[in-house]
């Protein structure tokens, strides 16, 4: 295509060509400008047509000026776009950390806690910031606003959060760390809750006559197996085997899957569950995954009689290792694999459980040692006392 002849205006680097106008095909003005640019590179712009822009020679030169003081132009807005909106693409916010660290965590289903402590503590202050962009002083203030009506308990938990974040952005190679650690709080709040053998009594026959079968079994399953909240929510029929007597662990805190036992009434339990279309052994709405049972057990822990303050969930799992612990019969190290603890630091809440049955049955050897002795003494005083 042969160039079209350009026609000077009485403007400064203002010139036109002719071409057809869009709609009608009629001869139509095309203007273009002519300027160099602060760093003196000579630029050649479209400024506008005649009629579909409205464009004159003066209102060309209008334009001229602006971009020679310093306005962008259309094609630099658009290359500025395009540069913030690649820049925006590699910019993993701690909103969009927590929604990639959800789907490929908890598959979509957040941990209920965590939801919370990130939608009502943590996205106020860092929803919009990167990991980069927060210095120490940004968690000194987060820690200080959540002191102020949190138990410390709650502080080292959304603060716990915030590092995960952290640490899985750094772990994918989504984003670069904030160049320092967060400190957790130490938090003295360990709770070993347990049910006494009767109020063991009440809960199972409440169980017995409540309405809701799944969470009767979800409850019963806790108190038999001390498989956790998650674990027994993410339970899956495929990860029962009935014929060797073993269930699967998904995952148990984030670990290696495990393989755990199951008692002959576990066992029982599950074989006279009902079954759904559902792949999950206690599926939540339609079938999903379920993320919460605190209705149901409330409920139960109303009826039961159970105190308050007794975490049904936290209080089954440790009413489970507490039995085994004081039975005598299960070694510190056996209990922990039943419970999946990574650390045998973990187990050793219950060591003085079963250091008191090992004491106990100290005793007992040494009251029956002690009877012999005195059968043996009171056998030779004897012999030595009758004559000869």
Known sequence: MPKQ???????????????????????????????????????EEKAGRQYQHDMTAARAAAIRGQRIAGKPSNRERREAKRTQEKAEANRW?????????????????????????????????????TPEEIVPLDVDRLSRILSKKRKPGTVAKVLGLLRRLMLFGEKKHLCKGPGFRIQLPRVNDQKTEFLTEEQTTRLLKVLNNHHDIQAANLVRMALFTGMR??????????????ERGFVCIREPKGGADAIIPLSAASKSILKAHPRTDSPYVFPGRFGEKRTDAKHAMRTIRKAA?????????????????????????VDLYTLQK????????????????????????AEVAGRILQGTTQEEGESKL?????PS
């Open 5 to 43: 002849k350009r026609h000077k205006t009485k403007n400064p680097g203002v010139y036109y060509i002719v071409g057809k106008a869009v709609s009608s095909g009629k001869p139509e003005r095309i203007y273009y400008i002519q300027y160099r640019n602060r760093e003196g590179k000579l630029i």
């Open 93 to 129: 916010t701690f909103d969009r950390l927590w929604r990639q660290y959800v789907e490929q965590r908890y598959a979509g289903n957040a941990d209920p806690t965590d939801r919370t402590n990130f939608e009502k503590h943590l996205a106020p202050l860092f929803a919009q910031k």
């Open 382 to 386: 004897t012999s030595k006392k009758s």
């Open 338 to 361: 039943l419970l999946t603890h990574k650390s045998p630091l973990m187990t050793q809440r219950y060591a003085h459980l079963h250091d008191e049955t090992l004491k106990r049955a």
């Open 305 to 329: 009689g159970l105190p308050l303050d007794f975490r049904p969930f936290h209080g089954l799992r440790h009413s489970f290792a507490s039995m085994l612990a004081s039975s005598g019969q």
């Open 229 to 242: 909240r998650g674990e027994l929510f993410e339970l899956r029929w495929e990860d029962i085997d009935f």
